[in-house]
């Protein structure tokens, strides 16, 4: 968690400072270490947590680079793998509730992101199933 918390904050300062190019290679290594350590991270809310600002990030960064169609892949992306993870019964439902938690603050960035930008066929095709597939049940709550 330390690397990735320093790895984010040096992307940070990056992109503050307008060193887009450091800022992506380093929001690119942080989107790395969320990703192989999403499983096996000790605190599931904090594993979410690392892959949606990572993602989130690169899609602001994106925006600043005015490609709108890459900010809204990466917003789609970890959507969808959060929902994927919420519906997955292999994963501990700790992370599945995590992912379940995130979910909400994910589709309030695609929706704010398509208000601001409008429809791309990524947002349109992952808003259309989902807004299609009934919720999620919580599995082993009775």
């Not at 942080?30 to 990572?54: G, N, P, Y």
């Not at 909400?104 to 990524?122: A, Q």
């Amino acid at each position: 968690m330390e690397h990735w918390k320093r790895t984010i904050e040096r992307a940070n300062r990056c992109f503050m400072l307008g060193e887009l190019v450091d800022a992506r290679e380093a929001y690119l290594q942080a989107l790395a270490l969320a990703q192989v350590l999403f499983e096996r991270w000790a605190d599931a809310d904090e594993a979410v947590a690392a892959c949606v600002i990572s993602h989130h990030n690169l899609a602001d960064l994106h925006l600043r680079l005015n490609q709108p169609e890459e900010s809204a892949e990466y917003l789609c992306t970890i959507h969808q793998r959060l929902l994927q993870t919420m519906q997955d019964p292999r994963l501990a439902p700790a992370l599945r509730e995590a992912a379940l938690r995130q979910s909400s603050k994910t589709y309030v960035e695609l929706l704010n992101f398509i208000s601001e930008h409008g429809k791309y066929p990524r947002t349109h095709r992952l808003l259309h199933i989902d807004a299609a597939s009934p919720a999620p049940l919580h599995h082993g709550v009775h």
